[in-house]
């Protein structure tokens, strides 16, 4: 960047500038060593990074919109490698009988839980899906999310599956968040295959060859868990999946440990879902591998559980560790990876270095986007959130609130506190 060149926009006055310099997903150790810029700058140019130095070598720089942080922290955009974003209806209902004490898979097994958003995404319209999703990505973009993964997975029929995925691809092009997109056509038995898990599963096979010419999808996951899809089915079906040329994840040892996460290492799956019963040769697995751990604890809390992923084990061994709301409907309805943040510093015992690391460049890396997003480095989309926080402990620390100030998407202002706690979205102005 020489000082005659015209930035498009000049961010200047940052109290704290997290780059998430480095090479490859931070494994283990490099998870614990946060590259800080302090007093720093970012200059932006036809939507991507042309500049990033000090506040007092960019003095020197011309830009058409100079943006004043006022001693804040600065961050790549948030990445969310984990999400069922796509889905008719809702599931308040469910809240009592898990007050009551009705467990989650029983919930399912009743012909509740997910199939219930199956059938409410069946008797929705595409249209209607697409404005629903669309009001969760504002809000997701609002929180800072800037990339996001999407799952099908709530119509496991071909009719309903595609019209999830075709959603997808809608919102691709007309919403500002970069979409990633997993089809989980193995995410519950419909109840006309509850006789043949095995038929139903072929279908799902078979469908995959619409989902690749239309190119409608690039991973392709299953939830392992009792009464859903066992370790047997689900290595079979990943390797078929696999052989069709789609990377693969797994929903795994969610909540009973059947071994899901040795799966994913197995398989080399791009990362193993949830762990929360990996067992520890599961994690010293883990650790040897190129498989992000991608740990979901809003579910543990939302379901009321003891139980929560053993983060310090698994950094501690070695792995690449990534946060995630798993925003949908059942297990963890919220849009805000902040509070994530929060939970996973409170329950998993994550420090604020390894905790950025998580939401930013790891969870980039779980879903293949690990060269394109959550580092700010010269050439790279200017994704960015400038932060109502003079320093990066303070977001996690400061629970259950929206702490953005700021977002830009590709260079451009596409969120913005307007009053108090009011972060309005202006992408579409
Ligand atoms: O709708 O309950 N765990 N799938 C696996 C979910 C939670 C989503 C749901
Ligand atoms: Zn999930």
Known sequence: MTARQLLDTLITNIGQLLTMEGKGPAKGEQMKKLSVLNHAAVGVKDGKIAFVGSAKQAEQLQAERVIDADGRLVTPGLVD??????????????????????????????GGGILST???????????????????????????????????????????????????????EEHP?????????????????????????????????????????????????????????????????????F?????????????????????????????????????????????????????SFYLGKEAYAKARSMIDAGAAVALST??????????????????????????????????TVNAAYAIHRGEEAGRIAIGRKADLVIWDASNYAYVPYHYGVNHVHMVLKAGRVVAERSRGDVIATTYAD
């Open 81 to 110: 490698p984990h999400t069922h974003l796509v889905f008719g209806g809702s599931r308040e209902q469910e809240m009592t009988l898990k007050q009551q004490g009705v467990p989650y898979l029983e919930i399912l097994k009743r």
């Open 177 to 245: 968040i970069d979409l990633v997109s997993t089809f989980l056509g193995a995410h519950a038995i419909p109840p006309e295959y509850q006789h043949d898990p095995e038929q139903f599963l072929a279908e799902m096979l078979e469908l995959l060859d619409v989902v690749k010419a239309e190119q409608l999808a690039e991973f392709v996951d299953i939830f392992c868990e009792t009464g859903v899809f066992t370790v047997e089915q689900s290595r079979a079906f990943l390797q078929a999946a696999q052989a069709k040329g």
């Open 326 to 359: 798993d925003f949908n409907p059942g297990s963890s309805p919220t849009e805000n990876l902040q509070l994530i943040m929060s939970i996973a510093a409170l329950k998993l015992k994550m420090t604020p270095e390894e905790i950025w690391h998580a939401v």
């Open 247 to 299: 990377a693969v994840k797994i929903h795994a040892d969610e909540i009973d440990p059947l071994g899901g996460t040795e799966l994913a290492v197995e398989l080399g799956a791009a990362s193993g879902d949830h762990l929360v019963g990996a067992s520890e040769a599961g994690i010293r697995k883990l650790a040897q591998s190129n498989t992000i751990a991608v740990l979901l604890p809003g579910t």
């Open 118 to 172: 199956v059938a409410a995404t069946r008797n929705a319209s595409e249209e209607e899906l697409v404005q629903k999703a669309k009001l969760h990505l504002d809000r997701m973009l609002s929180y800072g999310m800037t990339t996001v993964e999407a799952k099908s997975g709530y119509g496991l029929d071909r009719q309903t599956e595609l019209k999830q995925l075709r959603v997808v691809k809608r919102l691709k």
